[in-house]
Nanobody, 120 residues
């Protein structure tokens, strides 16, 4: 089984920064795509950023120029650096990995979420 654990959320003032981390543990053969999603109360879950195993990144429009997704030196770790945060960034942030496990089965795994609150 694979588990993802996020960290780094918190309360920050508008214009501030946070770095979210997500680390995977368990039986992974390879990680194909690492993603960050967010879900605000009463809203649908939104894809924020993705990073493929080839290093390609994509961002939702509102995150472009402010957020950066990157992979850690430990290859099972992904970060989301968030700068110039705005109140509308307030959400529960989730990481998701699309992996091939050690039985060579494609699967996706989600973390439990970390709360980001942007308020003065």
């Amino acid at each position: 089984q694979v588990q993802l654990e996020e960290s780094g959320g918190g309360l920050v003032q508008p214009g501030g920064s946070l770095r979210l981390s997500c680390a995977a543990s368990g039986s992974i053969f390879s990680i194909n795509v690492m993603s960050w999603y967010r879900q605000a109360p009463g809203q649908q879950r939104e894809l924020v950023a993705t990073l493929t195993s080839h290093g390609n990144t994509t961002y939702t429009e509102s995150a472009k120029g402010r957020f950066t997704i990157s992979r850690g030196d430990a290859k099972n770790v992904v970060y989301l650096q968030m700068n110039n945060l705005k109140p509308e960034d307030t959400s529960l942030y989730y990481c998701k990995y699309d992996v091939v496990d050690i039985t060579m089965v494609f699967a996706e795994f989600w973390g439990q979420g970390t709360l980001v609150a942007v308020s003065s």
